[in-house]
């Protein structure tokens, strides 16, 4: 396995460690394993696709394109579950 990989797993592992020790200290954090699951989906798919995207041999621009498409995307996605702007049917609320 490259080392991006498993540097892009443990960064996700560090950002999931977030809510799960939040969950010891309050009752204001309530994550299932399933929230777990779709986070992290989310946070590997978006840290592979960029690391895809910078060993690519596109140019500067269309890199730059790409990588707003997928910030974009994975912020309107997260957005979406945590609250549900869009009330699409697997919103958050």
Do not use: C, H
């Not at 895809?52 to 979406?80: C, D, H, Q, T």
Request: no cysteine.
């Amino acid at each position: 396995m490259k080392k991006e990989y498993i540097f892009i797993a443990f960064v996700v592992a560090l950002i999931l460690a977030i809510p799960l020790i939040a969950m010891q200290f309050t009752d204001q954090v309530v994550w299932k394993l399933n929230d777990f699951i779709v986070a992290s989906i989310l946070l590997l798919s978006t840290g592979v696709g960029f690391q895809y995207l910078m060993a690519s041999g596109w140019s500067k621009r269309v890199k730059k394109i790409i990588g707003a498409v997928i910030v974009i995307l994975f912020v309107l996605v997260w957005i979406e579950l945590a609250v549900g702007v869009f009330g699409t049917p697997w919103a958050g609320s």
